[in-house]
């Protein structure tokens, strides 16, 4: 079991700039994926970015350029840097974890999410 917790989220103007953290507990596979999703009022979740325990990463198009996903495996803490905000980015951001090991089932994980709002 893995228990995701995420901070850092709030108000921030357009242009503005915002990091937000997701702390990871419990048992988790050295194979593993870490992400961000985010979902909007009458949208559907979306991944915004992902990172390998590796450190392969992979971001959606909207975001390319603004943010950047990075992770701490010493301290198991995911990371999003969130520069040059948009009103389009205003959602709920979600941590997510996908781990695994070879021949076993995957297991996936999520946070209950932080709320980014980016208005004037």
């Known amino acids: 079991q893995v228990q995701l917790v995420e901070s850092g989220g709030g108000l921030v103007q357009p242009g503005g700039s915002l990091r937000l953290s997701c702390a990871a507990s419990?048992?988790?596979?050295?194979?593993?994926?870490m992400a961000w999703y985010r979902q909007a009022p009458g949208k559907e979740r979306e991944l915004v970015a992902l990172?390998?325990?590796?450190?392969?990463?992979d971001y959606a198009d909207s975001v390319k350029g603004r943010f950047t996903i990075s992770r701490d495996n010493a301290k198991n803490t995911l990371y999003l840097q969130m520069n040059s905000l948009k009103p389009e980015d205003t959602a709920v951001y979600y941590c997510?974890?996908?781990?695994?090991?070879?021949?076993?089932?995957?297991?996936?994980?999520w946070g209950q999410g932080t709320q980014v709002t980016v208005s004037s």
């Open positions: 419990g048992r988790m596979y050295s194979s593993n994926n």
């Open positions: 990172i390998s325990s590796l450190g392969r990463t």
């Open positions: 997510n974890v996908n781990t695994w090991n070879p021949g076993s089932v995957r297991y996936e994980y």
